[in-house]
RNA sequence: GGCAGGUUGCCCGAGUGGCCAAAGGGAGCGGACUGUAAAUCCGUCGGCUUAGCCUACGAAGGUUCGAAUCCUUCACCUGCCA
């Protein structure tokens, strides 16, 4: 199977230029080079990210040679989007991000020696020392502002409380990156989200127009559960990162448990390398064993894997039977609870020193006092998974699990462990 | 530079002197149901030493017994004009 059709089973085919061209590109027998670029907007990747790198990855696994793109230039501008005018992050700040979600992007394709070995740059490297004189006649005069003005995202912003210059410059950046990539390293397609067709193909124009060449354009689809909702915030509504110190490995894998039945069998295609056989028996799974989340499960431990690793995965995994599992806490040995109690938040406490209110809150479960006497009023505070009704309840030596731990829970499955002292 | 309009809680948005910690919607959070799902329903949604107090309606100052609401100055945004 070609990786177009491969592609295209795994529903990650959103628009593409020319496909049948792009087809006979991918069969030559040198292999085609391909980039996608991320622009620094955090310190690090999230979820959504994993999409089209992940992607890359499959095209090279397919004999095509990746290129990542750190968008150190691309991340001081900021692409337009809806919602309004980006307020922008200093350029040092700018180069921290852009150096952390290097070292993010190189985990997801394989550096060799190999004709199909991957490339990072940094578009940095070509707008950094350019002159405005030198972009402006270069690239500038290539693009028509009335085709701009008739972008979707642009009519959008200028419908409503209009954009910069700056953000509107956006696409000749991202252009320029495309020419630039194809006079390195011969690049002839580039990738990204289906946000991102205008400005891919204002890359294939700018070739054309300069080099009299056609290069292929290519995006994937956004990333929304059933309702529509965008792919990778998490329920607290925040993103959900690859960086561990922001998404700690155990809320990254239960994130991926927590998908909804009607979300799991396309995620499984689109974020895993799981065959079609595979992916057709949890499936199968799913429709008529729901309450067993094989698929869900499935999905978060070949994720989790990706980021984080074997190990980290057992041990969440480990975790999350622990804790969620049928058994009873106090019946858990010491070292199995202590190890489950390391994926999540912790605290240290001493007998007689607080109430429930404090736990809540120096676990973190909750960011104010009132928010926890809120959690008690609401029937949504545990101890040891036993409601706890009362305001004033403060845990006696006889609650302490082994290896003096105290499991406080809000709600369904917002888990902190408290370390008795003493 | 001139004129006009705007700046409200996480987001949208009502509110033109006291009844405003501020309508309504969304998001979030909790509960019930269930499968650590979806949908639905109910509740909740600034902070604290919680019958009270503090902080808050772009910023600072002022008028008033009392201001998100009136006045002054400043900042920023949008539009029109130069």
Not at 5 to 12: H, Y
Not at 81 to 87: A, F, H, K, M, T
Not at 382 to 404: C, F, H, I, M
């Amino acid at each position: 199977m070609s990786i177009l059709d491969e592609l295209e089973w795994r529903g990650l085919l959103a628009q593409s230029t020319d496909r049948d061209a792009l087809r006979r590109d991918l069969e030559a027998p040198e292999p085609l080079t391909l980039y996608c670029g991320f622009d620094p907007t955090a310190s690090s990747l999230h979820a959504g990210h994993l999409i089209p790198l992940l992607t890359l990855r499959r095209f090279q696994e397919a004999g095509a040679r990746p290129i990542v793109l750190a968008g150190g230039a691309t991340g001081q501008i900021g692409d337009p989007r809806d919602v309004g005018e980006r307020s922008l992050h200093s350029v040092d700040t700018v180069a921290e991000w852009a150096q952390r979600i290097r070292g993010q992007l190189e985990r997801f394709v394989a550096f060799d020696d190999s004709p199909t070995g991957a490339l990072v740059a940094n578009n940095l490297d070509w707008t950094g020392g350019q002159g405005v004189l030198e972009f402006l006649r270069d690239v500038g005069k290539h693009f028509s502002v009335n085709v701009m003005l008739a972008r979707e995202t642009v009519k959008r912003r200028l419908a409503a409380d209009g954009l910069s210059f700056t953000e509107f410059s956006y696409l000749l950046l991202q252009s320029q990156d495309y020419l630039e990539l194809f006079r390195r390293y011969g690049c002839r397609l580039q990738i990204g989200g289906s946000d991102q067709w205008g400005n891919i193909v204002g890359g294939t124009d700018l070739i054309r127009r300069v080099e009299g060449a056609t290069t292929h354009a290519m995006t994937l689809p956004l990333v929304t559960d059933s309702e529509g909702r965008k792919f990778g915030k998490s329920t607290g509504g925040g993103n959900i990162w690859l960086d561990p110190e922001l998404t700690s490995p155990y809320a990254w894998y239960q994130y991926f448990v927590n998908v909804g039945d009607a979300d799991v069998g396309r995620y499984l295609r689109m974020f895993t390398f799981l065959s079609r056989e595979e992916i057709a028996a949890l499936d199968e799974d799913t429709a008529e064993r729901p309450h067993l989340r094989a698929g869900q499960k499935r999905l978060a431990s070949e994720l989790t894997t990706l980021v984080h690793g074997h190990h980290q995965t057992d041990q969440v995994i480990a975790a999350s039977g622990a804790l969620f599992g049928r058994g009873e806490l106090g019946e858990l040995a010491a070292d199995t609870l202590t190890a489950a109690m390391a994926e999540v938040p912790t605290t240290d406490v001493a007998l007689g020193e607080g109430t429930i209110v404090d736990l809540l809150v120096a676990t973190g479960l909750v960011d104010s006092k009132g928010a926890a006497r809120r959690a008690v009023k609401e029937g949504g505070a545990y101890v040891n998974n036993t409601k706890v009704a009362d305001e004033e309840w403060q845990p006696s030596a006889a609650d302490v699990l082994a290896g003096g731990w105290l499991v406080v829970r809000r709600g369904k499955r917002n888990l902190a462990g408290v370390r008795v002292k003493g």
